[in-house]
């Protein structure tokens, strides 16, 4: 079973960037769709950005513009970078994989999950 590893949270101001870094522990990182979720206390992960193994993404309609996700297989690394930070992107970010998974985001769809970095943006 894959183990996954975010890294890359912090504390900036609103406008700022970050790029947040999700390893995983196996070779075949690239069979893996992986995804970004977003969770603030009292509300539901949130799904902010996923791509599948053919490199299809999805992105919710919140980040378009100002995040972007890649992956590089060979690092078995998933990256978010974002910019023009905004307040309402505080939260725990959380990087989750699914075997052949489709680029989705529902939470539901993905049985693996990292133990997440905070990012908190300040005004």
């Known amino acids: 079973l894959i183990r996954l590893v975010e890294s890359g949270g912090g504390s900036v101001e609103s406008g700022g960037s970050l790029r947040l870094s999700c390893v995983g522990s196996?070779?075949?990182?690239?069979?893996?769709?992986v995804a970004w979720f977003r969770q603030v206390p009292g509300k539901e992960r949130e799904g902010l950005a996923a791509?599948?193994?053919?490199?299809?993404?999805t992105y919710a309609a919140s980040i378009q513009g100002r995040f972007t996700l890649s992956r590089i297989n060979r690092e078995s690394a998933l990256y978010l970078q974002m910019n023009d930070l905004k307040p309402d992107d505080t939260g725990m970010y959380y990087c989750?994989?699914?075997?052949?998974?489709?680029?989705?985001?529902?939470?539901?769809?993905?049985?693996?999950w990292g133990r997440g970095t905070q990012v908190t943006v300040s005004s």
């Open positions: 196996e070779v075949e990182f690239s069979i893996y769709g």
């Open positions: 791509i599948d193994n053919s490199g299809d993404t």
């Open positions: 989750a994989a699914r075997r052949y998974g489709r680029a989705r985001l529902d939470a539901d769809n993905y049985p693996t």
